[in-house]
């Protein structure tokens, strides 16, 4: 169904080839769009339920874009309704001193999902390819030695019963300027901005490179990347969610079978 | 309002004083309630922002009861609007050989809420005076020593601006037999019922026991613990979310001021 958003691996990738401001849900109403959400945020409630119970697989999703894409309020849309206890959010911020001292994955693979375990990623490893090369922090070889480390690790995960879905959330250029005019002209929303953000802001080509260059080379058949369209928000929830009710629709989860013990048994 | 659930500091408590089938919220209607929970849940949802946004007080609900009182359940109906980057929940288990070879609050201590946080203690370091205690494995001078550390630890945390609620959900011997049936006679919640449920069940009286010595001896001024009755669940769900919502419109929090080096900005 997202075929075309699909990252194809190894491929020169060119990010304007995707247009941010795509509808892949087609003409609908809102009216519609807002049913097949609530119908998704209600059967992504049952699959983490099942998967809870189930208690063998791990899901994890993978949410990245530049500032403002909407990786916050994507979480809050797409998990409505799922039990507050079922899901973990991993935020990944400029990393702590213990951090620097070791790999860049150390502190990824501590806050990997568990057994039974649905874990949303709000940035993630991939900062560590894409801020990192952006400012020359880690030259090209560098990068490239990490985005192997990445697809092994990705592997590992994979192997070991994970479900990865991995979401590059893409907005325009323009659409960021408007998001952050938005929170410079409400002062209650002046907590949410840095002047930093107007400084890497600048830096939008080299980003768009370095996401290029990143989602093609760890785009894996075991975890590919999809180019999420994030200008309209409602097409970009929408689409998260789609992805990742199929995601989990594919892993054929039931509850586990009744236990023959229990037949019968009076609570006294 | 809820002064009556109130546990009063060092004097002697048993629980047969509270009635678990108690209906706080009167003869209201169930149509009345849901709106009224509905009304509680977006409220808390708007507190929390502000909690995050202000990002200096933390709070920290805890929740504790006996088996099947609704620990689970109460977290996703007084949650279901809350962002879920906005609150963090720990869940205690039985605790790890590295756990166990460290005193008893250091597991507590390193999940315990940052500045802006809402954190929810599913269990809690209670537990270490509940069950320990019930099965001896604890002496009562250690656990008397143990309430004092409690203390002296939630202090602590109240100094270091934290509002720490503590809710018992209470139910009655009668109700949690009806509420275990209920998962032997589903197949599909058998995988939530372990044969040690009823073996700790056939501990009721000692669980009241330690549950009145441990709720009297921590129930301080700035750390009070209510009795939550919790045989009807639409009251017990109803009753976290008030003295929740009670707890955090005292911290009179608000936004940020907006920052004067943005006014009139203009994003290019």
């Given at each position: 169904?997202?075929?075309?958003y699909r990252?194809?691996?190894d491929?020169?990738?060119d990010l304007s080839?995707?247009?941010?401001?795509?509808k892949p849900?087609?003409?609908?109403?809102?009216g519609?769009d807002?049913?097949?959400m609530?119908?998704l945020?209600l059967?992504?409630?049952?699959?983490q339920?099942?998967?809870?119970?189930?208690?063998?697989?791990?899901?994890?999703?993978?949410l990245?874009g530049?500032?403002?894409?909407?990786?916050d309020s994507t979480?809050?849309?797409?998990?409505?309704?799922?039990d507050?206890?079922g899901?973990?959010?991993?935020?990944f911020?400029?990393?702590?001193?213990?951090e620097l001292?070791?790999d860049?994955?150390?502190?990824?693979?501590?806050?990997?999902?568990a057994?039974?375990?649905l874990?949303?990623?709000?940035r993630s490893?991939y900062e560590?390819?894409?801020?990192?090369?952006?400012?020359d922090?880690?030259?090209a070889?560098?990068c490239?030695?990490r985005?192997?480390?990445?697809?092994?690790?990705?592997?590992?995960?994979?192997?070991?019963?994970?479900?990865?879905?991995k979401c590059f959330?893409h907005i325009s250029?323009?659409?960021?300027?408007?998001?952050?005019?938005?929170?410079?002209?409400d002062?209650?929303?002046?907590?949410k901005?840095?002047?930093t953000?107007?400084?890497e802001?600048?830096?939008w080509?080299?980003?768009a490179?370095a996401y290029?260059a990143a989602?093609?080379?760890?785009?894996?058949e075991?975890a590919?990347?999809?180019i999420?369209?994030?200008?309209?928000k409602r097409?970009r929830?929408?689409?998260v969610?789609?992805?990742?009710v199929?995601a989990?629709?594919?892993?054929?989860l039931?509850?586990?079978?009744?236990?023959?013990d229990?037949?019968?048994l009076?609570?006294?």
């Amino acid at each position: 169904m997202f075929e075309k958003y699909r990252v194809p691996l190894d491929k020169k990738l060119d990010l304007s080839d995707y247009d941010p401001a795509d509808k892949p849900f087609s003409g609908d109403s809102k009216g519609d769009d807002k049913d097949r959400m609530a119908e998704l945020a209600l059967k992504l409630d049952e699959l983490q339920t099942i998967l809870h119970a189930n208690s063998q697989r791990r899901v994890l999703l993978v949410l990245q874009g530049m500032d403002t894409a909407g990786k916050d309020s994507t979480i809050r849309a797409v998990f409505q309704n799922v039990d507050p206890l079922g899901i973990r959010v991993a935020n990944f911020k400029a990393p702590t001193p213990a951090e620097l001292a070791r790999d860049f994955l150390w502190r990824v693979h501590r806050v990997v999902p568990a057994a039974g375990e649905l874990v949303i990623f709000n940035r993630s490893h991939y900062e560590d390819v894409l801020i990192t090369r952006v400012h020359d922090w880690i030259d090209a070889e560098e990068c490239k030695r990490r985005y192997t480390h990445i697809n092994n690790f990705e592997r590992l995960l994979t192997d070991s019963n994970t479900r990865i879905i991995k979401c590059f959330l893409h907005i325009s250029f323009d659409e960021q300027r408007k998001r952050l005019q938005e929170r410079v002209d409400d002062p209650n929303k002046h907590w949410k901005f840095e002047i930093t953000d107007l400084k890497e802001r600048s830096f939008w080509p080299q980003y768009a490179k370095a996401y290029a260059a990143a989602l093609s080379a760890t785009s894996t058949e075991y975890a590919p990347w999809y180019i999420v369209p994030s200008d309209s928000k409602r097409h970009r929830n929408l689409m998260v969610a789609e992805l990742l009710v199929q995601a989990m629709t594919d892993l054929k989860l039931s509850y586990p079978p009744g236990r023959p013990d229990l037949v019968g048994l009076k609570v006294e």
